[in-house]
């Protein structure tokens, strides 16, 4: 059985990559496309270290017993250093205006569907290259 596939490329300036393969499905346990007689596989991933311009920070968010909600991310591959610069200053994080997030993130977190984050000053620890922004 021949498989034609598409390599994923490199992720795009967005992070986004697309792969698309014929004669194959996806496998979730493995996390990629296998041959098969007929079908097709499409996996769509985003990869979260690749921000944008203009205030984006691609890390991890968690909602945790112990610390509460935060956002942690690479100061080098997850924030442009334009971005830190500005949202980042004298030891706090500098939310403008209200933080909001979808319903379904929201309940994954185990937070009310319709959490806000409120505006305000938010304290951070950073450990090497990694950041963490404490939202309480």
Request: proline residues 7%.
């Amino acid at each position: 059985m021949k498989t034609i596939a598409e390599t994923p490329s490199s992720p795009s300036f967005l992070g986004l990559s697309i792969a698309f393969s014929t004669r194959a499905y996806w496998d979730g346990p493995t996390q990629s496309c296998l041959p098969r007689a007929r079908g097709w596989c499409l996996h769509i991933s985003f990869d979260a270290t690749a921000p944008v311009p203009g205030g984006t920070i691609c890390g991890e968010i968690n909602n945790l017993v112990t610390t509460g909600l935060t956002l942690t991310f690479n100061k080098k591959t997850g924030v442009t250093p334009e971005t830190f610069s500005k949202f980042f200053r004298n030891g706090k994080f500098i939310l403008e205006g209200e933080g909001t997030m979808a319903e379904e993130i929201a309940k994954k977190l185990g937070l009310a569907p319709s959490y806000i984050i409120p505006e305000g000053d938010y304290s951070y620890k950073e450990t090497g290259e990694m950041v963490t922004i404490i939202f309480k």
